[in-house]
Nanobody, 127 residues
Framework: QVQFVESGGGLAQPGSSLRLSCAATGLNLEQVTVGWFRQAPGKGREFAAGISASGQTTYYSDSVKGRFTISRDNGQNTVMVYLQMNILKPEDTAVYYC??????????????????WGQGTQVNVSS
């Protein structure tokens, strides 16, 4: 059974940092791209960052590039994917989700390319 579990969210002040974690198990996840998406209140789910199976290629949306860093650790039973978020802004407030890119025919930035979504972790950036 494939399972994604996000953690690390919380309340942060503008300009500060948070580190999100995603623990993924099942289905040879060490061979797939993993993405972080976020969904703000009243908005659709948007791509934030992605990382290839090997970890050598990373992708970022323009809104987080230069502030967020994605990384991964392909363990024997669990794949850990991290999202280091620096210089947080109020507009980063959202529920953050991780998922596996398993659907062909869609770009890495499209939520339709991803399956096995976790339950999400809430990030609130406010003074």
């Amino acid at each position: 059974q494939v399972q994604f579990v996000e953690s690390g969210g919380g309340l942060a002040q503008p300009g500060s940092s948070l580190r999100l974690s995603c623990a993924a198990t099942g289905l040879n996840l060490e061979q797939v791209t993993v993405g972080w998406f976020r969904q703000a209140p009243g908005k659709g789910r948007e791509f934030a960052a992605g990382i290839s199976a090997s970890g050598q290629t990373t992708y970022y949306s323009d809104s987080v590039k230069g502030r967020f860093t994605i990384s991964r650790d392909n363990g024997q039973n669990t794949v850990m994917v991290y999202l280091q978020m620096n210089i947080l802004k109020p507009e980063d407030t959202a529920v953050y989700y991780c998922a596996a890119r398993t659907v062909a025919g869609y770009g890495y930035y499209s939520s339709q390319a991803y399956n096995y979504w976790g339950q999400g972790t809430q990030v609130n950036v406010s003074s």
